[in-house]
């Protein structure tokens, strides 16, 4: 029997070689909605080819729209977050796929629509 994701990760933490995180789950609402006036918004990641702007291609493009409290920067809650891919037309580099996890998707994950009312 093979052991699971939970025995991979202990083991590796215990081995004092690795640390082991794990993906947190996502939240709708962080806190509890108030009379303190918010605001909106949104973080934004672009994953790219390599790092020159002229020549290199945008292969991830992500967004998360939140609402917030600009005094103490207080988040309340995630409003949405969508993600695109876009293929470069070329090899995505393993250097590349080690930094930014994206590697070759198929053609129905790449340049899937805009979420309507956001762009």
Not at 61 to 74: D, K
Not at 91 to 98: A, D, H
Request: charge should be negative; include cysteine; aromatic fraction near 8%.
């Amino acid at each position: 029997m093979e052991p699971t994701l939970e025995q991979m990760a202990r083991l590796l933490a215990e081995s004092g070689d690795y640390r082991v995180t794990s993906r947190l789950e996502a939240l709708a609402e962080y806190h509890s909605s108030d009379d303190t006036p918010k605001l909106v918004a949104a973080v934004v990641d672009v994953e790219t080819t390599r790092t020159n702007p002229d020549t290199d291609k945008i292969i991830e493009f992500g967004i998360c729209l939140f609402e917030y409290e600009r005094l103490n920067g207080r988040i309340y809650k995630v409003l949405g977050s969508w993600e695109w891919l876009e293929d470069p037309g070329l090899s995505i580099s393993p250097e590349i796929t080690k930094i930014t996890a994206v590697r070759w998707y198929s053609p129905t994950d790449i340049n899937s629509p805009a979420p309507s009312g956001i762009i």
